[in-house]
Every structure is written in structure tokens, then in C-alpha cells.
């Protein structure tokens, strides 16, 4: 993940995506990065904890850590096969220490689009989603006495992380799809995708989860064709309630969300509402 990506047209096939975002620099947010130059002065007092807690409120920034412990498993003599669940587990693996020396200072989002306003703010748009949603799939967790409620965390944190790539990689397309669903409220996420890129985005997110092999829960966790399955419909309605509130609670969709997350929950709607609120 070296070469800076700036994609203006559709590419061919959904394994041309893969290829291009798979090799693409992946920015952060400037915040971490400039977190990352304070503990880096003072690595000696710095724990997986605390590095990990830093790192896993900004969704690229957890997506690289995650990809990047792959390719120690991969290039591991010691046989080590199952991947780290979390960023904190990720560290561990890796130690503080190579974890600074793999990654040095960082490209940051506002660099990267500075000269693309539109496109900032919309990538701003997801992440602020993305954070909402992990709020809300860790208190059903919670609620629900998950044990990985850590992870469905990181699930909702990432569920979007393909949106928030096209943002960084393509913003003009991103823009397109944008303008497509503005125009048309009842237009459908994926069937805007496949209008102006030829892919949905669900598949490519899939695809490059594959290509750096994430871990089989979370890569399983974000994937909504297993919806009926309760961790991924933790994630799912998690997701599903910040993209709908977004602009407010006054959105038509909201009470479908609301009946299916007091059902997950098995609370009534009332209470569901009271815990949201408070959540939120």
C-alpha cells in the first residue's frame, strides 16, 4: 500500500479495483497522525492499550494495522495462524517498537484532499457515520453480553471503509454518486454504485478484506448478506440507524430501524428509543 491513487473513470472488472486499492497509500486523520508523532517521542511510555484505543477511532488508520499484521503472519516461522481480532491484539503481535518502525509518519486525509473540498466533506460525512455506528454496535453488544463486543465495534467502525477509500481514491466518482442519490431520495445505495462505477462497494470491501486477510469474524461480521445472523445484525442495524439519522430522527426509515433494534435487543420500542437516545 505505496502508490498515491487519484482515479477520475470507472475501472473494467471489480479485481481492477481490488488491484488498485489494494496498492493505493492509505491517508489517516491528521489528529492521529500528529498522535502518533507524540507517542513515537516517547515510545519507552507507551502500551498496546493505549496505542490501540488511539488507533481504533479512526477506521483507515485500523484498517492498515490490521493489514499489516497479516503480513507478519504471513511471513511468520513460528506457525501463527489465526489474526488478530482488534488493533490492541494487532500490537501485541507486532510490538511497540516495530510497530513505529513500520509505520512512519503518516499521509493524513486533509493533505490528500486538500485541493478537493467537496470530497472532504463528504469522506467527513462517513467517518462521522462510521464513529456513530460503532457507538451503537457496541452498546447492543454490550446490551446483549456479547464477549466480542470489542470486535463488533471495529466491525461498525469499518463497515463503510470502501466508501471512505472511493472518497480518498476517487473523489469525483464519489462526488457522481452523491449527486445521483441527492437528486433521487429513493435511489438505492448499490444501484447508484453500479450506475456510475460498474461494482457495488459492499463487494469490493469484501474483496480487499480477502486480499488482506482480515480476520474471518470481522470479514464475516461486515458482510449484510449473513444479516439474520445477531452479530452481524448487531452491525447491520448499528449502521443502518446512523445512515438513516444522519440529518436528524425525522427520516421515514427510522421506525423500521427502531422496531428491528428493540426486537435484537428484546426490549419495546419505547425503551429501545430511551437506550438510542441515550447511546447516541
Not at 476517487?170 to 454504485?193: G, K, T, V, Y
Not at 462497494?201 to 458482510?223: C, S, V
Amino acid at each position: 500500500m505505496s502508490d498515491r491513487l487519484r482515479l477520475t473513470a470507472p475501472l473494467p472488472t471489480l479485481d481492477a479495483w481490488v488491484d488498485a486499492f489494494a496498492r493505493a497509500e492509505i491517508p489517516v486523520l491528521a489528529e492521529t497522525a500528529e498522535s502518533l508523532e507524540h507517542m513515537r517521542a516517547t515510545e519507552d511510555d507507551v502500551d498496546a492499550n493505549g496505542l490501540g484505543e488511539m488507533i481504533a477511532s479512526d477506521p483507515l488508520m485500523t484498517l492498515k494495522v490490521l493489514a499489516h499484521a497479516h503480513t507478519l503472519r504471513r511471513g511468520s516461522s513460528t506457525g501463527l495462524r489465526a489474526a488478530p481480532e482488534t488493533v490492541t491484539g494487532a500490537l501485541v503481535l507486532m510490538g511497540i517498537t516495530p510497530f513505529f518502525r513500520a509505520f512512519g509518519p503518516q499521509p493524513t486525509l486533509e493533505d490528500v484532499l486538500s485541493d478537493h473540498e467537496a470530497a472532504l466533506l463528504g469522506l467527513s460525512r462517513v467517518l462521522q457515520r462510521a464513529e456513530r455506528a460503532s457507538r451503537y454496535a457496541l452498546a447492543f453488544a454490550a446490551h446483549r453480553a456479547d464477549p466480542d463486543a470489542a470486535i463488533l465495534h471495529s466491525a461498525a467502525l469499518l463497515h463503510d471503509f470502501a466508501e471512505m477509500l472511493l472518497w480518498v481514491h476517487a473523489p469525483d466518482l464519489a462526488l457522481q454518486i452523491a449527486a445521483l442519490q441527492e437528486a433521487d431520495r429513493q435511489l438505492r445505495s448499490n444501484a447508484a454504485q453500479r450506475q456510475v462505477l460498474g461494482i457495488e462497494l459492499a463487494d469490493l470491501e469484501q474483496a480487499l478484506m480477502k486480499r488482506w486477510q482480515l480476520p474471518e469474524l470481522l470479514t464475516r461480521i461486515t458482510n449484510d448478506k449473513h444479516e439474520r445472523d445477531p452479530q452481524v445484525r448487531c452491525v447491520y442495524l448499528a449502521v443502518r440507524l446512523a445512515r438513516h439519522t444522519a440529518r436528524g430522527w425525522d427520516d421515514a426509515a427510522v421506525p423500521d430501524d427502531l422496531h428491528d433494534i428493540a426486537e435484537l435487543l428484546n426490549l419495546s420500542e419505547s425503551h429501545a428509543l430511551k437506550l438510542l437516545h441515550e447511546f447516541d
